[in-house]
C-alpha cells in the first residue's frame, strides 16, 4: 500500500494559507511518501484557496526531491487541454519528471461559469481532454481551429520529462466514471464521501473488469482512495481533537451541496432541509466517518483499515490532513502517520 496527503482545506481568517501545504509535503518527501495532491477548486472556502493545481504543483516542486506531485484533480471541461498540457508540462520539468494529473468532469455546477458550453456533456469532455493531453504530451502535433476556423497545429513546450503522463479519472462514486478510467487505461482516484465500503468494492471491481476488457488481463491499472486521516496515541485522544474541526468541515461542505443547483435533482434536497436535521446528518456522517470511512485513530486502527483497503484492490491511500484540526497538531500527528506506512509494510508483506 502506497501513502500520499491529500489537500482540500476549507479556508478559515487568519490561516497561514499555504504552511501545512508545504511543511507536511517536506516531511512526506522525506519520509518514503508517494506523493502530494492538490485540487481544483473554485468560488467557495471550501477548498477554494486551491484554484489551479499546477500552480501548487509548482511550488512543490521547489521544496521537494523525489515525491510525485499530483492533481487531484483538474476539471477538465473548464479548460482548453492545451493549457493542461502546457502547465503540467512546466510542472513536470520543474520537478524532474514527477508530475501527474487526475481529471475530473466537474463537481459543482457553479463552476461551470468558467465554460458553461461544456456543461451539459461533461464526461465526454472530460475523456476526449485526456487523450488530446496524452497526445500533445508524446510530442504530437494535434490540429486545432484558429480564428478563421481553420484547423491550426499545435504542438506544446516545454517538453516534459516524461515519455507519458501519469493520468488517473476522479469520481465521486458513479459506476459509470469507474468504467470510463477502465475503458481509458488509466487510474483511479475516489472516496468514500458518497459510498459504503461494499459500494466501493464493487465500484473497484467494475473498473478493473473494464480495463481487462480493454486493455487485456495483465492490465491493473491504479486505485487511489482520499480518507480524512489523523493518526496518535489514543483513539479517544483523537476522536476529540478531529471532533470540532471535522464537523465543521462537514457543515462547511454540507453547505456547498445545497448551493449546487444540481444537487436537488433527485429525492434529497438538502436547500429544503431544517437547521436541525442538517446538524443530525452531520453528526451521523462524524461518527461514520471517523468509525468506518476514515483513517482515524491509533497507528494499530490505521493497519485494520489498511486491510480492508488493501482486500478490495485499493493500491493507495490518499490521507486529506487539512480538514481543521490546528496546524502544529497535524504536523506532531505526521510521524504516526508514517509508523503507520512503515508497519503496513511490514505486516502486508508477512
Known amino acids: ?47 477554494g484557496r486551491y484554484p489551479n493545481p499546477a500552480v501548487t504543483g509548482a511550488a512543490l516542486a521547489a521544496v521537494t526531491t523525489r515525491i510525485g506531485i499530483r492533481a487531484g484533480s483538474v476539471v477538465a471541461p473548464l479548460h482548453n487541454p492545451i493549457r493542461i498540457a502546457e502547465e503540467w508540462a512546466a510542472v513536470d520539468n520543474l520537478s524532474g519528471g514527477r508530475a501527474g494529473v487526475s481529471f475530473a468532469s466537474g463537481w459543482h455546477a457553479r463552476d461551470f461559469v468558467l465554460r458553461p458550453e461544456t456543461f451539459r456533456d461533461r464526461r465526454n469532455v472530460m475523456a476526449e481532454a485526456v487523450e488530446t493531453v496524452r497526445r500533445l504530451w508524446r510530442g504530437e502535433e494535434v490540429e486545432f481551429a484558429g480564428v478563421d476556423g481553420e484547423p491550426q497545429p499545435v504542438r506544446v513546450f516545454p517538453k516534459p520529462v516524461q515519455p ?16 470510463i ?21 464493487d465500484n473497484i471491481a467494475a ?6 476488457a480493454t486493455h487485456g488481463v495483465d492490465a491493473r491499472g491504479h486505485v487511489v482512495v482520499m480518507l480524512h486521516t489523523m493518526i496518535g496515541d489514543d483513539r479517544d485522544e483523537v476522536r476529540e481533537v478531529v471532533r470540532e474541526p471535522f464537523t465543521d468541515y462537514l457543515r462547511s461542505a454540507f453547505d456547498l451541496i445545497a448551493r449546487d443547483p444540481a444537487a436537488g435533482d433527485g429525492d434529497f434536497d438538502p436547500a429544503k432541509m431544517s437547521d436541525a436535521d442538517k446538524e443530525f446528518l452531520v453528526e451521523r456522517a462524524f461518527g461514520r ?56 509494510t511490514d505486516v502486508l508483506a508477512g
Open 207 to 212: 473498473y478493473r473488469e473494464e480495463l481487462a
Open 181 to 201: 478510467a477502465g475503458r481509458l487505461g488509466t487510474g483511479l482516484l475516489t472516496h468514500q464521501l458518497g459510498q459504503t465500503h461494499d459500494q466501493l468494492a
Open 289 to 344: 466517518y471517523f468509525d468506518t470511512a476514515g483513517l482515524f485513530g491509533t497507528v494499530s486502527d490505521g493497519v485494520e483499515v489498511v486491510r480492508r483497503m488493501t482486500a478490495i484492490g485499493v493500491d493507495e491511500i490518499a490521507c486529506l490532513i487539512d480538514f481543521g484540526v490546528p496546524q502544529d497538531q497535524v504536523l506532531g500527528s505526521l510521524g504516526h502517520l508514517g509508523e503507520l506506512r512503515e508497519a503496513t
Open 1 to 47: 500500500m502506497d501513502f500520499s496527503l491529500f489537500f482540500f482545506a476549507d479556508s478559515a481568517p487568519g490561516d497561514n494559507e499555504y504552511d501545512l501545504l508545504l511543511e507536511s509535503a517536506r516531511f512526506a518527501d522525506a519520509n518514503g511518501f508517494t506523493a502530494v495532491w492538490t485540487p481544483e477548486r473554485h468560488f467557495h472556502s471550501f477548498g
Open 164 to 179: 507519458e503522463v501519469p493520468v488517473w479519472i476522479t469520481s465521486g462514486g458513479s459506476p459509470e466514471t469507474f468504467r
